[in-house]
């Protein structure tokens, strides 16, 4: 089975910071590997995606995640935070090929403060 | 607009009272999941739909049922709900077919509390 590994649950950090969240999974093969956000009171988004192609993904909202298939990792990160991305982030993992279902990390709880 | 939309939001029941939550969506997609979330962890797949296709996940409590009348509704029932039952329950769709169409759009939850 897929499993996803998010690490440093909880991140504080101040607007214009830089912010870096790993992602790392279990699963050898062809995967499709997504970035959820969840803000506060609100329904899980999709970030981004990455199914084939350039491994560097564009998000919304500056947002941005590399996939590194030798490290078996997809790291989301963004150059300069506000307090508006004060949210949940959620790492998850399909694989197409196989009974495609999602696989989600434990989140990331990142508190931006003003 | 919303797309997956869940009713209610919130949720109280008691212990042991059979409650359904409620899962619809306007985009017309072939499938459709139910999620468990408890608080601080991932959410967990019960099981999803793909058309009128069932599929359990193993490790899915027998207390937890699902129908889906029409493409448009999904029904997640619990039988006898346990304390241990109390998270956010998250309805999923997704198209079903190839081609940058994995991605699976959320509703936002319903809430349920087991007193």
């Known amino acids: 089975a897929q499993s996803v590994s998010q690490h440093n649950h909880h991140v504080i950090l101040s607007e214009a910071a830089s912010l870096e969240l790993g992602c790392n999974y279990s699963y050898g093969g062809t995967v499709n590997l997504f970035w959820y956000v969840q803000y506060p009171g609100q329904h899980l988004q999709l970030l981004l995606k990455?199914?084939?192609?350039?491994?560097l993904v564009k998000g919304i909202k500056g947002f941005e995640a590399e996939f590194i298939k030798s490290k078996f990792s997809f790291n989301l990160r963004k150059p300069s935070v506000q307090w508006s991305d004060t949210a949940e982030y959620f790492c998850a993992v399909n694989n197409p090929y196989g009974n495609n279902r999602l696989a989600f990390g434990k989140g990331n709880q990142v508190v931006v403060i003003p | 607009d919303a797309m997956v939309i869940q009713n209610p939001r919130y949720q109280v029941t008691q212990f042991g009272k059979p409650v359904t939550l409620s899962c619809s969506q306007t985009l017309n997609h072939n499938v459709m999941y139910w999620y468990q979330q408890k608080s601080s962890q991932a959410p967990k797949l019960l099981f999803h739909y793909y058309d009128k296709d069932f599929n359990n996940e193993a490790d899915t409590p027998d207390n937890f049922q699902s129908r889906r009348p029409n493409t448009s509704f999904c029904f997640l029932d619990i039988r006898s709900p346990g304390l241990g039952d109390a998270a956010m329950y998250l309805c999923a769709t997704r198209v079903g077919g190839a081609d940058d169409t994995d991605t699976q759009y959320f509703g936002p939850g319903t809430r349920l509390t087991v007193l």
């Open positions: 990455y199914f084939s192609g350039d491994p």
